[in-house]
């Protein structure tokens, strides 16, 4: 009887050191150095046009699996994302003008952005940053 009482103490002491402990496990955001190459624009009333190597901007990609969230950093300014998906197989999101998509098989990227009667489509590699 002691024993089995000992042990429904322990198993609720237990139970509430797992609730106030913080969770320093947590995985912290990751970040994607990405290189974008390929332009495609379509403008109202123009043809579709399409540069492939017309450019090398680079842009960042921070990301964290665990929160479900995606930033985009470029020119120095971050912009985090809504409307983020994160699965084992690719990462979306988008802002006011601006959206997202990475294949994490491949680590490419698209990188959209909208203006009236424009869409730039923007496509490139990443990888970690060491």
Do not use: H, Y
Request: aromatic fraction near 6%.
């Amino acid at each position: 009887m002691a024993n089995i009482c000992r042990m429904k103490l322990i198993a609720s002491a237990l139970a509430i050191l797992a609730v106030v402990t913080p969770k320093t496990a947590a995985a912290a955001p990751q970040r994607l150095d990405c290189v974008l190459t390929d332009i495609e624009i379509k403008s109202a009333g123009v043809k579709f046009d399409s540069e492939v190597a017309a450019e090398k901007r680079s842009i960042a990609v921070i990301f964290d699996d665990d929160a479900k969230t995606l930033a985009l950093k470029s020119d120095g300014t971050e912009i985090p994302l809504k409307n983020v998906a994160i699965s084992q197989t690719s990462m979306t999101g988008a802002g006011d003008n601006t959206s997202l998509g990475i294949d994490r098989s491949s680590w490419r990227i698209v990188f959209q952005t909208f203006g009236q009667g424009t869409t730039r489509n923007e496509f490139g590699d990443c990888s970690f940053r060491p």
